[in-house]
């Protein structure tokens, strides 16, 4: 069954992925280096979703 699944996946390549990944990536990492988002620990965040 999974065989039949992994066959039944578009095989089709996007040449541009690769290329939109990079860049996203690159987009991402600048916002990390610049303090956006403002990022806060899973515990302060748990709490917060807790109303603790």
Known sequence: MAGSLLDSLDTAVDADAETDWEQ???RRL???DSSYPHLVSW???RRKILGL
């Open 24 to 26: 996203e990536i690159a």
């Open 30 to 32: 600048k916002d990390l």
């Open 43 to 45: 515990s302060d965040a």
